[in-house]
């Protein structure tokens, strides 16, 4: 049935009226059940009011229950422009630039914005690691004792960011000192670090929303270096590849024709081909947009693991049956990434190895820390 659920995000795109067939109730349940499986609910839920018109239904039962998760997602996308718009001016008023990075800032994007599910809150925050920490011990986001026991590798603070726990608006927010994770791959991962940092540090776009985003040249670069980290390491699902799409959709000014040379040189050639194979083939995403060949073989391997994993391979056999079934089952998928890109699967393979001994020391001195209390 995947093709029938692509016709539905097709329908909430704008690229058909009307669905091949009438579905089943049973197929509609699991275009309901994919469209929460993919994060996309919201979105396909825009589909809907479209198929009324050619008698196209769910049962009664199931339309409210998609309207509720409609409206669960338009409150939580107002509750996120919220806390973007005050972490900017708190950022802000500490004397850093800012910048919030993927989710609300794609948001905007989309025709009706309050319709994307959102995640967490990606901000970055100029001024490197350190300032970065201090000023978020200063406002008493972060404790001593996280930093103190905190190094690259660990959930907290890690190579590009400050995780911190979620607020009491029930909000996961990340503090990127480091625009993006980039790739594992030192070579290129360096020149993609160089040319995000560069264009992240010029002027940002204040939104109506009160936040500032980045230009689409770093979004397009940044997003589609991110969509590669996930999709490698653990699955990656559609909400992302949407988000893509309306980017992609998004640049009138053309500014993708600035980048779409340069793929190759930030380890990104092999995904932006596979990932415009699925815009065009599977979202109707125009040529004029595309900015690199389609690769097709690479291309089924990532449609497969967005429907197989869902939205970050949550869904993935094993992943959700204890440490030891999501430990097999993250190897096995990123094993499997060997065909997809060997170069960067390798080096992921590699540095997941060394982040697993170089984060021992940190495990056993907090454990030992917190006995001794």
């Known amino acids: ?41 919201g979105v396909a839920f825009t589909a809907l009011d479209i198929l009324s018109k050619s008698g196209q239904k769910p049962p009664t039962g199931l339309l409210y229950e998609w309207m509720g998760l409609s409206e669960q997602v338009r409150s939580q996308n107002l509750l996120m422009n919220k806390e973007a718009a005050r972490l900017t001016n708190l950022f802000e008023q500490e004397g850093h630039n800012t910048a919030i990075l ?36 200063r406002l008493g986001l972060i404790t001593d004792e996280i930093v103190r026991f905190a190094m690259d590798g660990d959930t907290t603070i ?18 990127h000192f480091r625009p993006s994770s980039g790739n594992k791959n030192p070579f290129t991962n360096k020149r993609l670090q160089k040319f995000l940092e560069n264009e992240i540090n010029r002027e940002n776009e204040k939104v109506p929303e009160d936040f500032r985003v980045p230009s689409v040249r770093f979004a397009l670069v940044m997003q589609l270096a991110h969509i590669q980290r996930h999709l490698m390491s ?17 640049d009138v000014n053309n500014q993708r024709d600035e980048v779409k040379n340069r793929m190759d040189s930030f380890g990104l050639k092999h995904m932006a081909e596979a990932l415009m194979w699925v815009l065009h083939e599977w979202l109707g995403l125009e040529e004029e947009y595309l900015i690199a060949p389609e690769d097709e ?35 096995k998928h990123r094993l499997k990434m060997l065909r997809f890109d060997f170069k960067e ?13 170089k984060t021992i020391p940190a495990r056993i001195a907090r454990r030992s820390w917190s006995l001794a209390r």
């Open 102 to 137: 993927k989710g609300q800032a794609n948001a905007r994007l989309y025709p009706q914005p309050l319709t994307r599910q959102p995640g967490d809150i990606d901000i970055w925050v100029d001024g490197g690691k350190e300032k970065n920490i201090e000023t978020v011990r």
């Open 158 to 175: 890690s190579y590009h960011h400050i995780h911190l726990k979620k607020n009491e608006a029930g909000v996961d927010v990340e503090i």
């Open 345 to 357: 699967a390798f080096w992921m393979e590699l540095d997941y190895i060394i982040t697993i001994i």
């Open 1 to 41: 049935m995947t093709d029938l659920f692509f016709e539905l995000i097709q329908v909430a795109l704008g690229k058909r009226e009307r669905l091949s067939r009438v579905p089943t109730d049973d197929e509609w349940r699991y275009l309901y059940r994919e469209s929460r499986r993919q994060s996309v609910g």
């Open 297 to 331: 073989r690479r291309g089924r391997m990532l449609l497969q693991s967005i429907m197989d994993g869902g939205n970050f391979g949550r869904y993935y056999h094993g992943r959700q049956q204890g440490v030891w079934q999501h430990f097999f089952a993250s190897n």
């Open 234 to 250: 653990e699955g990656i699902g559609l909400r992302h590849i949407i988000d893509y799409y309306y980017l992609l959709k998004s």
